[in-house]
Nanobody, 126 residues
Framework: QVQLVESGGGLVQPGGSLRLSCAASGSTLDYYAIGWFRQAPGKQREGVICTSSGTGNTYYADSVKGRFTISRDNARNTVYLQMNSLVPDDTAIYFC???????????????????WGQGTQVTVSS
């Protein structure tokens, strides 16, 4: 069973950047789809970017296209979320999640993922 730990959140000014990390233990991430999700106060958890296992297919929420990217470091068993041009609406708790063998191209529903990290707070404010 894989375990996930997020890090890298914090306070950043509008227009700034942050890189979140999702470090895995207990299993290699090679065969897992990985999703980054966020949840703002009073709102439902939403998929931000989900990358599929094996195929390279990746889903991007419209709100982050052109600003956020996902990458994997297989040697470190870690997935990163690079967030650029941040805006106040990006403020949320960010979670990474894993789904063995999953494929995500057009949607990224949280219910598809069964292993979650504890989350890391991102606040975009001047």
């Amino acid at each position: 069973q894989v375990q996930l730990v997020e890090s890298g959140g914090g306070l950043v000014q509008p227009g700034g950047s942050l890189r979140l990390s999702c470090a895995a233990s207990g299993s290699t991430l090679d065969y897992y789809a990985i999703g980054w999700f966020r949840q703002a106060p009073g709102k439902q958890r939403e998929g931000v970017i989900c990358t599929s296992s094996g195929t390279g297919n990746t889903y991007y929420a419209d709100s982050v296209k052109g600003r956020f990217t996902i990458s994997r470091d297989n040697a470190r068993n870690t997935v990163y979320l690079q967030m650029n041009s941040l805006v106040p609406d990006d403020t949320a708790i960010y979670f990474c999640a894993a789904d063995w063998g999953g494929t995500y191209t057009y949607t990224c529903p949280p219910m598809g993922f069964d292993t979650w990290g504890q989350g890391t707070q991102v606040t975009v404010s001047s």
